[in-house]
Nanobody, 119 residues
Framework: QVQLVESGGGLVQAGGSLRLSCAAS????????MGWYRQAPGKQRELVAA???????DYADSVKGRFTISRDNAKNTVYLQMNSLKPEDTAVYYC?????????????WGQGTQVTVSS
């Protein structure tokens, strides 16, 4: 099992930036990608971005051009740089470790970090 600890959430004004970090420990043989999901109040959890061990990335259409996912393999850490934030980006953001073949499938989850964007 992979343990994941997120940090970096908080309150920011619209148009501002935040960077989320996710430190991973432990291992699972099948893991070859990491990602971020988010869940806003009253909405389903949705994929925000994912990155494979080879550095290939996927993004939700709603965040393309504003968010960037990256990873530091030496530190076992994945990041989500969020720029030009909008009130609709307000959600709990969850880091996960998973498998990416045709699409990204999360397996292990962090506890989540709150991001609130004020208008």
């Amino acid at each position: 099992q992979v343990q994941l600890v997120e940090s970096g959430g908080g309150l920011v004004q619209a148009g501002g930036s935040l960077r989320l970090s996710c430190a991973a420990s432990g291992s699972r043989f099948s893991i070859n990608a990491m990602g971020w999901y988010r869940q806003a109040p009253g909405k389903q959890r949705e994929l925000v971005a994912a990155i494979t061990s080879g550095g290939n990335t996927d993004y939700a259409d709603s965040v393309k051009g504003r968010f960037t996912i990256s990873r530091d393999n030496a530190k076992n850490t994945v990041y989500l740089q969020m720029n030009s934030l909008k009130p609709e980006d307000t959600a709990v953001y969850y880091c996960n470790a998973g498998v990416h073949r045709d699409k990204y499938i999360p397996i292990d989850w962090g506890q989540g970090t709150q991001v609130t964007v004020s208008s």
